[in-house]
């Protein structure tokens, strides 16, 4: 059975929050990371015309999101260092719950069972840094409706919510780290 501190880490929260920012801060200061699997599935569906894009099928992003997690939780389990990532599987049944649409049984069963590191942050909407873009449509509202369902799923799943402060990229990464290198 993994130890506790073998598991990935989890950054959550809404669309703009500052996440992959924090992420690729931590990768900076050569952490091992892994990116939110939404943008790239994003990319790709808009390159190759698919209908497996939010605002088409959210069914279909959803499915093709579980299936990226999966592959990349492990991956992060096979690599045995510590990993922080971009959203978990757990994202996925809240986006679902988000949607308004049920959360079907290899979802829910991922989410149950491949485990990440109790202690999960959450970055929460911060208007002054929240922008859109081609893959992120979502507005300011929907951003915090998205922290909301989020603070709701995790704690479902057995997670422990420590939200970040809206501080710069560096106090954030240093925030994580210290909180990370207290519980190893």
Known sequence: ??????????????????????????????????????????????????????????????????????????EARAGGERVFFDRGLPDIAGYLALCGLPVPGPVERAARELRYRRTVFIAPPWREIFSQDAERKQDFAESERTCAVMAETYPRYGYALVELLRVSVAERASFVLDRMSAAD
Do not use: C, Y
């Open 1 to 74: 059975m993994p130890q506790e501190t073998d598991r990935p880490i989890v950054i959550t929260g809404g669309p703009g929050s500052g996440k992959t920012s924090l992420i690729e801060a931590l990768a900076a200061h050569g952490h091992a990371v892994r990116p939110e699997a939404g943008r790239a599935i994003i990319r790709e569906q808009q390159a190759n015309g698919g209908r497996g894009l939010p605002w088409v099928d959210p069914a279909l992003f959803a499915e093709l999101m579980l299936a990226a997690d999966l592959r990349s939780h492990a």
